[in-house]
């Protein structure tokens, strides 16, 4: 079945960077694109970007470039996404999830969620 | 403050129906036919319950069902049941960046 399998919670200091894994498994890597958004307490999800797992590519939120990049190692299957210059403003939830596919066309839905990865900036 | 409009909450007895309504611009949900509603309990992932306005994955309760009209999609939930409370968003596809944008959510209680 399919999974993504996040790593545990972080807690930085402002000005910090954090690094959030999600491990895939259950279906072809390199065949769906994957995002991130994440969630501030008590907020609607924000979309972050999305990374390509066959290649690499990516796309990210205006809002967000410059600070954030995010990667794929195809060996292990693990996409990650690092935010740098953390302020209080970032505490939030961070998910990875897949966009699905039919006939390698992605379809615009996210299908499949990783469980979360809480984030909290604080001095 | 989220792109797209939803009420803070909605509430319903078991057995009845309710709508959450979901408003955007030309941009995003009037613009394009990937309207997708989203169901979260507390601590959980977001569950995707509707995608392409309309439409349900396998394995989503029938009672499931969206539609749009103009800039404005619609969840509606009927024979309400007391493991629909949960957090709704919306979210649409988008010709700006970002690309997806999504809703403030929208609470729902079963009396």
């Known amino acids: 079945q399919v999974q993504l399998v996040q790593s545990g919670a972080e807690v930085k200091k402002p000005g910090a960077s954090v690094k959030v894994s999600c491990k895939a498994s259950?279906?072809?890597?390199?065949?769906?694109?994957i995002h991130w958004v994440r969630q501030a307490p008590g907020q609607g999800p924000e979309w972050m970007g999305v990374i390509h797992p066959n290649g690499g590519s990516t796309l990210y939120a205006q809002k967000f470039q410059g600070r954030v990049t995010m990667a794929r190692d195809t060996s292990t299957s693990i996409i990650y996404m690092e935010l740098n210059s953390l302020r209080s403003e970032d505490t939030a939830v961070y998910y990875c999830?897949?966009?699905?596919?039919?006939?390698?066309?992605?379809?615009?839905?996210?299908?499949?969620w990783g469980q979360g990865t809480l984030v909290t900036v604080s001095s | 403050q989220s792109a797209l409009t939803q009420p803070a909450s909605v509430s319903g007895s078991p057995g009845q129906s309710i709508a959450i309504s979901c408003t955007g611009t030309s941009s995003d949900v009037g613009g394009y036919d990937y309207v997708s509603w989203y169901q979260q309990h507390p601590g959980k992932a977001p569950k995707l319950m509707i995608y392409d306005v309309n439409k349900r994955p396998s394995g989503v309760s029938d009672r499931f069902s969206g539609s749009k009209s103009g800039n404005t999609a619609s969840l509606t939930i009927s024979g309400l049941q007391a493991e629909d409370e949960a957090d709704y968003y919306c979210?649409?596809?988008?010709?700006?960046?970002?690309?997806?944008?999504f809703g403030g959510g929208t609470k729902l209680t079963v009396l």
């Open positions: 259950g279906y072809t890597f390199t065949k769906y694109l």
């Open positions: 979210s649409s596809y988008t010709s700006n960046n970002p690309p997806w944008v």
């Open positions: 999830a897949r966009e699905g596919a039919e006939r390698a066309v992605p379809n615009k839905r996210f299908d499949y």
